[in-house]
Antibody, heavy 118, light 107 residues
Framework: EVQLVESGGGLVQPGGSLRLSCAAS????????MSWVRQAPGKGLEWVSV???????YYAESVEGRFIISRDNSKNTLYLELNSLRADDTAVYYC????????????WGQGTLVTVSS | EIVMTQSPATLSVSPGERATLSCRAR??????LAWYQQKPGQAPRLLIY???TRATGIPPRFSGSGSGTEFTLTISSLQSEDFAVYYC?????????FGGGTKVEIK
Protein backbone atom coordinates (compact mmCIF):
# COMPACT_ATOMS: atom_id res chain seq x y z
CA GLU A 1 0.00 0.00 0.00
CA VAL A 2 1.32 3.43 -0.96
CA GLN A 3 1.67 5.76 2.01
CA LEU A 4 3.09 9.27 2.39
CA VAL A 5 3.62 10.79 5.84
CA GLU A 6 4.70 14.41 6.20
CA SER A 7 6.31 15.97 9.23
CA GLY A 8 8.31 19.02 10.22
CA GLY A 9 5.67 21.72 10.13
CA GLY A 10 5.25 24.28 12.88
CA LEU A 11 5.33 27.92 13.84
CA VAL A 12 8.22 29.97 12.48
CA GLN A 13 8.99 33.68 12.43
CA PRO A 14 9.11 35.67 9.20
CA GLY A 15 12.53 35.26 7.61
CA GLY A 16 13.04 31.90 9.31
CA SER A 17 13.59 28.43 7.93
CA LEU A 18 12.04 24.99 8.24
CA ARG A 19 12.57 21.58 6.70
CA LEU A 20 9.62 19.38 5.86
CA SER A 21 9.92 15.63 5.44
CA CYS A 22 7.74 13.16 3.60
CA ALA A 23 8.40 9.51 4.40
CA ALA A 24 7.19 7.15 1.70
CA SER A 25 6.32 3.48 1.86
CA UNK A 26 4.92 1.02 -0.64
CA UNK A 27 6.92 2.47 -3.52
CA UNK A 28 10.34 3.94 -4.27
CA UNK A 29 10.57 7.73 -4.17
CA UNK A 30 13.55 7.84 -6.53
CA UNK A 31 11.61 5.98 -9.23
CA UNK A 32 8.79 8.50 -9.25
CA UNK A 33 8.28 12.20 -9.82
CA MET A 34 7.40 13.78 -6.48
CA SER A 35 5.89 17.17 -5.74
CA TRP A 36 4.96 19.46 -2.91
CA VAL A 37 1.57 21.15 -3.08
CA ARG A 38 0.36 23.68 -0.53
CA GLN A 39 -2.96 25.05 0.60
CA ALA A 40 -3.29 28.30 2.51
CA PRO A 41 -6.02 28.31 5.17
CA GLY A 42 -9.44 28.36 3.52
CA LYS A 43 -7.89 28.61 0.05
CA GLY A 44 -7.26 26.40 -2.95
CA LEU A 45 -4.35 24.23 -3.98
CA GLU A 46 -1.03 25.57 -5.23
CA TRP A 47 1.71 23.44 -6.74
CA VAL A 48 5.09 24.36 -5.20
CA SER A 49 7.89 22.15 -6.49
CA VAL A 50 8.76 18.88 -8.22
CA UNK A 51 11.75 16.58 -8.20
CA UNK A 52 11.86 14.27 -11.16
CA UNK A 53 13.01 10.67 -11.00
CA UNK A 54 16.02 11.85 -12.96
CA UNK A 55 16.93 14.37 -10.20
CA UNK A 56 15.97 17.59 -11.99
CA UNK A 57 13.96 20.04 -9.95
CA TYR A 58 11.50 22.80 -10.75
CA TYR A 59 9.78 25.43 -8.63
CA ALA A 60 6.79 27.71 -8.71
CA GLU A 61 7.79 31.32 -9.25
CA SER A 62 6.46 32.23 -5.79
CA VAL A 63 9.09 30.05 -4.06
CA GLU A 64 11.94 30.02 -6.56
CA GLY A 65 15.23 30.84 -4.82
CA ARG A 66 13.77 30.32 -1.33
CA PHE A 67 12.67 26.66 -1.25
CA ILE A 68 14.75 23.58 -2.03
CA ILE A 69 13.32 20.16 -2.84
CA SER A 70 15.45 17.07 -2.36
CA ARG A 71 15.23 13.40 -1.49
CA ASP A 72 17.21 10.79 0.41
CA ASN A 73 17.00 7.53 -1.50
CA SER A 74 18.37 5.49 1.41
CA LYS A 75 15.52 6.72 3.62
CA ASN A 76 12.92 6.76 0.82
CA THR A 77 12.08 10.27 1.97
CA LEU A 78 11.29 13.54 0.22
CA TYR A 79 12.20 16.91 1.70
CA LEU A 80 11.33 20.54 1.26
CA GLU A 81 13.59 23.16 2.78
CA LEU A 82 11.77 26.43 3.31
CA ASN A 83 13.90 29.56 3.68
CA SER A 84 13.23 33.29 3.96
CA LEU A 85 9.70 32.47 4.99
CA ARG A 86 6.94 35.03 4.63
CA ALA A 87 3.44 35.25 6.05
CA ASP A 88 1.96 34.21 2.72
CA ASP A 89 3.85 30.89 2.92
CA THR A 90 1.48 29.88 5.73
CA ALA A 91 -0.25 26.76 4.49
CA VAL A 92 -0.71 23.04 4.81
CA TYR A 93 2.05 21.44 2.76
CA TYR A 94 1.27 18.13 1.06
CA CYS A 95 3.69 15.79 -0.64
CA UNK A 96 2.23 14.01 -3.63
CA UNK A 97 3.28 11.35 -6.10
CA UNK A 98 2.85 11.51 -9.85
CA UNK A 99 2.79 8.48 -12.14
CA UNK A 100 5.93 8.52 -14.29
CA UNK A 101 5.59 10.93 -17.16
CA UNK A 102 2.22 12.27 -16.08
CA UNK A 103 1.90 15.13 -13.66
CA UNK A 104 -1.34 14.61 -11.91
CA UNK A 105 -1.21 13.33 -8.33
CA UNK A 106 -2.36 9.79 -7.58
CA UNK A 107 -1.27 9.68 -3.94
CA TRP A 108 -1.11 12.39 -1.31
CA GLY A 109 0.15 12.65 2.23
CA GLN A 110 -2.02 13.97 5.04
CA GLY A 111 -0.21 17.31 5.08
CA THR A 112 1.79 19.32 7.59
CA LEU A 113 0.92 22.86 8.67
CA VAL A 114 3.45 25.64 8.41
CA THR A 115 2.54 28.90 10.14
CA VAL A 116 4.71 31.95 9.56
CA SER A 117 4.04 34.57 12.17
CA SER A 118 5.82 36.76 14.69
CA GLU B 1 0.93 29.98 -16.66
CA ILE B 2 -2.36 28.37 -17.60
CA VAL B 3 -5.21 29.82 -15.55
CA MET B 4 -7.94 27.35 -14.62
CA THR B 5 -11.40 28.66 -13.77
CA GLN B 6 -14.06 26.56 -12.08
CA SER B 7 -17.75 27.29 -11.91
CA PRO B 8 -19.89 27.61 -10.00
CA ALA B 9 -18.00 28.40 -6.81
CA THR B 10 -20.76 26.71 -4.82
CA LEU B 11 -23.32 24.17 -6.00
CA SER B 12 -26.31 23.29 -3.84
CA VAL B 13 -27.69 19.86 -4.66
CA SER B 14 -30.11 17.46 -3.02
CA PRO B 15 -28.96 13.87 -2.35
CA GLY B 16 -29.78 11.68 -5.33
CA GLU B 17 -29.65 14.56 -7.77
CA ARG B 18 -27.11 15.10 -10.53
CA ALA B 19 -24.26 17.58 -10.14
CA THR B 20 -22.39 19.15 -13.04
CA LEU B 21 -19.15 21.01 -12.36
CA SER B 22 -17.30 23.05 -14.95
CA CYS B 23 -13.60 23.75 -15.43
CA ARG B 24 -12.24 26.05 -18.10
CA ALA B 25 -8.62 26.55 -19.16
CA ARG B 26 -7.40 29.85 -20.58
CA UNK B 27 -5.55 27.91 -23.27
CA UNK B 28 -5.73 24.35 -24.50
CA UNK B 29 -4.51 21.64 -22.14
CA UNK B 30 -5.44 18.84 -24.55
CA UNK B 31 -6.79 16.05 -22.31
CA UNK B 32 -4.25 16.59 -19.53
CA LEU B 33 -6.81 17.42 -16.91
CA ALA B 34 -7.40 15.82 -13.52
CA TRP B 35 -10.16 16.18 -10.94
CA TYR B 36 -9.78 15.85 -7.17
CA GLN B 37 -12.17 15.66 -4.26
CA GLN B 38 -11.29 17.20 -0.91
CA LYS B 39 -13.22 16.86 2.32
CA PRO B 40 -12.61 19.10 5.35
CA GLY B 41 -9.38 18.28 7.14
CA GLN B 42 -8.35 15.72 4.52
CA ALA B 43 -5.91 15.60 1.64
CA PRO B 44 -7.25 15.77 -1.90
CA ARG B 45 -8.15 12.46 -3.54
CA LEU B 46 -7.70 11.79 -7.24
CA LEU B 47 -11.00 11.10 -9.00
CA ILE B 48 -10.33 11.51 -12.72
CA TYR B 49 -7.23 11.86 -14.90
CA UNK B 50 -6.76 12.28 -18.65
CA UNK B 51 -10.05 14.22 -18.53
CA UNK B 52 -12.24 11.12 -18.44
CA THR B 53 -10.44 8.15 -16.85
CA ARG B 54 -11.59 7.22 -13.38
CA ALA B 55 -8.85 6.58 -10.85
CA THR B 56 -8.64 3.26 -9.05
CA GLY B 57 -11.56 2.67 -6.72
CA ILE B 58 -13.63 5.64 -7.89
CA PRO B 59 -17.29 4.71 -8.32
CA PRO B 60 -18.90 5.00 -11.77
CA ARG B 61 -21.25 7.78 -10.67
CA PHE B 62 -18.24 10.08 -11.21
CA SER B 63 -17.53 10.86 -14.84
CA GLY B 64 -15.36 13.39 -16.62
CA SER B 65 -15.57 14.79 -20.11
CA GLY B 66 -14.09 17.47 -22.32
CA SER B 67 -10.85 18.38 -24.03
CA GLY B 68 -8.99 21.49 -25.02
CA THR B 69 -10.31 24.27 -22.81
CA GLU B 70 -13.70 23.04 -21.55
CA PHE B 71 -14.14 20.22 -19.06
CA THR B 72 -16.96 18.81 -16.97
CA LEU B 73 -17.15 16.60 -13.91
CA THR B 74 -20.53 14.95 -13.46
CA ILE B 75 -21.74 13.16 -10.37
CA SER B 76 -24.78 11.26 -11.55
CA SER B 77 -26.57 10.73 -8.24
CA LEU B 78 -25.10 12.50 -5.24
CA GLN B 79 -24.45 10.44 -2.16
CA SER B 80 -23.93 11.91 1.30
CA GLU B 81 -20.19 11.23 1.10
CA ASP B 82 -19.89 13.28 -2.12
CA PHE B 83 -20.46 16.64 -0.45
CA ALA B 84 -17.00 18.17 -0.65
CA VAL B 85 -14.84 20.59 -2.61
CA TYR B 86 -13.75 19.58 -6.10
CA TYR B 87 -10.66 20.88 -7.89
CA CYS B 88 -9.49 20.54 -11.46
CA UNK B 89 -5.79 20.58 -12.37
CA UNK B 90 -4.01 20.87 -15.68
CA UNK B 91 -0.79 18.98 -16.30
CA UNK B 92 -0.24 19.99 -19.89
CA UNK B 93 2.29 22.64 -19.06
CA UNK B 94 4.49 23.82 -16.18
CA UNK B 95 3.78 25.26 -13.76
CA UNK B 96 0.98 22.88 -12.87
CA UNK B 97 -2.13 24.85 -11.97
CA PHE B 98 -5.38 24.18 -10.18
CA GLY B 99 -8.79 25.72 -10.45
CA GLY B 100 -10.18 27.59 -7.48
CA GLY B 101 -12.56 24.78 -6.57
CA THR B 102 -16.29 24.11 -6.50
CA LYS B 103 -17.94 23.38 -3.19
CA VAL B 104 -20.81 20.91 -3.49
CA GLU B 105 -23.14 21.41 -0.56
CA ILE B 106 -26.38 19.87 0.58
CA LYS B 107 -29.47 21.71 -0.60
Amino acid sequence: EVQLVESGGGLVQPGGSLRLSCAASGFTVSSNDMSWVRQAPGKGLEWVSVIYSGDSTYYAESVEGRFIISRDNSKNTLYLELNSLRADDTAVYYCARSPLGFYYFDNWGQGTLVTVSS
Amino acid sequence: EIVMTQSPATLSVSPGERATLSCRARQSVSSKLAWYQQKPGQAPRLLIYAASTRATGIPPRFSGSGSGTEFTLTISSLQSEDFAVYYCQQYHEWPLTFGGGTKVEIK
